[in-house]
């Protein structure tokens, strides 16, 4: 049940009205902007809500059950309010939204009418529109921890407690050339064996993509230097001379924890769980089927 301020409450009622919309987005790096579709700025509560944006919302819907509110919002990329290099960087993926009915004329006279994150965003030109996905997308989402026969950790977190630097398994390099836009030749990796890297995380340090990360998908070595292959593109175009640095990565099995880094008091997987193989077998006739145990015991 919303709390509507009672002079709001009559304003509305009187069916002539000085009302306005108004989002406040908190991104997941806390960095926090507002936007209405006034036609001059608003500032509520220490956050200025610009206008002139071409911020504006498509009808909401809303549901007493559990399913997912669907709303969506859509505005303009501009230099001073949303970059297209920010949308393109994820820096909005999941944001927080929250949306308000504010009365322009007295802005302490406001509903917050709903609570959501942005979802998928969709850009054409200079223009955008995002999707709005209500609480009630969390339950949809998968939580939890999986029972899986690989590792659920990744090299080097607080859950895998493995010490990359100690084993000498973290590099930095420079870029030299680019063969495509996903697909780098570097220096400073020379020491390290091919493929060390596969799976691993790259960090750039300077550049047009400074603080982005990205995951390897390849790590090969070509005319006596490192070759990677990203699993996706850079937001920003990489130019020769960017630096990075670099970390191993791991396939997540059992025997590659034990085996490369010696690590198993700390495998967060479970290699002993039956896989699909197992669930569809089925007795084979010429064998001793006298109910003992699959193991060879009695």
């Given at each position: 049940?919303?709390?509507?301020?009672?002079?709001?409450?009559?304003?509305?009622?009187?069916?002539?009205?000085?009302?306005?919309?108004?989002?406040?987005?908190?991104?997941?790096?806390?960095?926090?902007?507002?936007?209405?579709?006034?036609?001059?700025?608003?500032?509520?509560?220490?956050?200025?809500?610009?206008?002139?944006?071409?911020?504006?919302?498509?009808?909401?819907?809303?549901?007493?059950?559990?399913?997912?509110?669907?709303?969506?919002?859509?505005?303009?990329?501009?230099d001073d309010a949303l970059l297209e290099s920010d949308l393109a960087a994820g820096r909005y993926d999941a944001a927080a939204v929250e949306s308000w009915l504010v009365d322009w004329s007295d802005v302490s006279l406001r509903v917050l009418t709903a609570r959501s994150t942005l979802g998928e965003v969709k850009r054409e030109g200079q223009a955008f529109s995002a999707e709005l996905r209500g609480l009630a997308d969390q339950l949809s989402q998968q939580s939890g921890r999986l029972f899986?026969?690989?590792?659920?950790?990744?090299?080097?977190?607080?859950?895998?407690?493995?010490?990359?630097?100690?084993?000498?398994?973290?590099?930095?390099?420079?870029?030299?050339?680019?063969?495509?836009?996903?697909?780098?030749?570097?220096?400073?990796?020379?020491?390290?064996?091919?493929?060390?890297?596969?799976?691993?995380?790259?960090?750039?340090?300077?550049?047009?993509?400074?603080?982005?990360?990205?995951?390897?998908?390849?790590?090969?070595?070509?005319?006596?230097?490192?070759?990677?292959?990203?699993?996706?593109?850079?937001?920003?175009?990489?130019?020769?001379?960017?630096?990075?640095?670099?970390?191993?990565?791991?396939?997540?099995?059992?025997?590659?924890?034990?085996?490369?880094?010696?690590?198993?008091?700390?495998?967060?997987?479970?290699?002993?769980?039956?896989?699909?193989?197992?669930?569809?077998?089925?007795?084979?006739?010429?064998?001793?089927?006298?109910?003992?145990?699959?193991?060879?015991?009695?």
């Amino acid at each position: 049940m919303r709390d509507i301020p009672s002079a709001l409450q009559t304003e509305i009622d009187s069916g002539v009205t000085t009302l306005c919309h108004c989002w406040k987005l908190t991104r997941r790096d806390d960095v926090v902007q507002g936007f209405t579709d006034h036609d001059e700025d608003l500032i509520i509560g220490g956050v200025t809500y610009r206008a002139g944006t071409g911020f504006t919302s498509s009808e909401a819907t809303s549901r007493f059950d559990l399913s997912v509110d669907g709303a969506e919002i859509a505005g303009a990329l501009s230099d001073d309010a949303l970059l297209e290099s920010d949308l393109a960087a994820g820096r909005y993926d999941a944001a927080a939204v929250e949306s308000w009915l504010v009365d322009w004329s007295d802005v302490s006279l406001r509903v917050l009418t709903a609570r959501s994150t942005l979802g998928e965003v969709k850009r054409e030109g200079q223009a955008f529109s995002a999707e709005l996905r209500g609480l009630a997308d969390q339950l949809s989402q998968q939580s939890g921890r999986l029972f899986t026969a690989r590792c659920g950790a990744d090299l080097g977190d607080a859950r895998c407690n493995f010490d990359l630097a100690a084993a000498g398994l973290e590099g930095a390099g420079s870029v030299t050339s680019i063969e495509s836009t996903s697909t780098i030749v570097a220096v400073g990796l020379d020491a390290f064996s091919e493929s060390v890297f596969t799976g691993g995380k790259l960090s750039w340090t300077s550049g047009a993509n400074d603080g982005q990360s990205v995951e390897i998908k390849e790590h090969r070595m070509a005319s006596g230097h490192a070759r990677l292959s990203l699993w996706q593109a850079m937001p920003e175009v990489v130019a020769n001379g960017d630096t990075f640095v670099v970390t191993a990565g791991c396939d997540k099995r059992f025997a590659t924890c034990r085996e490369r880094f010696n690590n198993v008091v700390n495998f967060r997987g479970f290699p002993h769980i039956p896989g699909n193989d197992f669930v569809i077998a089925s007795p084979d006739a010429g064998a001793g089927n006298d109910g003992g145990s699959l193991g060879g015991g009695s």
